[in-house]
């Protein structure tokens, strides 16, 4: 759990320093391309440490038992999430009217997975990202602005059939990769009487 903690440190530490005022100071004192790579690294250093340390916290002890319905809400919370994440990248429409699309993107799949998951290592990941989102998405709203461009339909429909792409590939390969599998495949056999 203590690799979790410290990669969810690292991770989300990073992505406040503009918040708390501190990017301005940094840039000022290291220069802007010695930033980016301080704050790249550390977040990818983060993020390892945060995959690593949930694998690491498996078995974890229960905190409550989630009922069937978020994973039902995980369904369509995630495909929507993925969508936003890969509009973050694009010139979109979506990413012009929602600001923020990969914040929103983070938002809606922990609080999916939060609620879907009533371990406490995922419990500590899930609602760490989920607060985390709750906060960033305040202050950007708070701070209002816009993207200078309204951006493309083509890119809309980009955005769209990559995420859905990617939320159908993360569904098949869930069970490999992450050791739950989202869908009971039908053709499973069945035990007698069942």
């Known amino acids: 759990m203590e690799v979790l ?11 406040m320093i503009r918040l708390i005022g501190l990017r301005g100071p940094l840039v000022r004192l290291i220069s802007e391309p ?9 977040s990818a250093v ?18 409550w038992q989630p009922p069937e319905w978020p994973r039902t809400v995980a369904l369509f919370a995630v495909p929507v999430s993925l969508v936003l ?11 012009s009217w ?4 990969m914040t929103l993107a983070v938002f809606l799949w922990s609080g999916a997975h939060l609620v879907a998951n ?37 890119a809309d429909i980009a955005a769209i059939v990559i995420g859905l792409g990617a939320a159908a590939l993360f569904a098949y390969f869930h069970m490999q990769l992450f050791g ?3 869908f009971e495949l039908a053709s499973e056999p069945r035990a007698p009487g069942i």
């Open 98 to 101: 929602t600001r923020h699309p």
């Open 118 to 154: 009533g371990e406490l290592a995922s419990v500590v990941l899930f609602g760490s990202l989920f607060v985390w989102s709750v906060i960033i998405l305040i202050e950007v709203y708070m701070r209002g602005g816009h993207f200078a461009r309204p951006g493309r339909w083509s």
């Open 180 to 182: 739950v599998a989202v």
């Open 34 to 42: 010695l930033y980016a790579v301080f704050y790249s690294v550390i």
């Open 46 to 63: 983060g993020l390892a440490l945060v995959i690593y340390g949930h694998i690491l916290s498996h078995p974890s002890p229960m905190i």
């Open 5 to 15: 903690i410290i990669g969810l440190a690292l991770l989300l530490g990073v992505h």
């Open 85 to 95: 994440l890969a509009a973050a990248y694009l010139p979109s429409h979506i990413r």
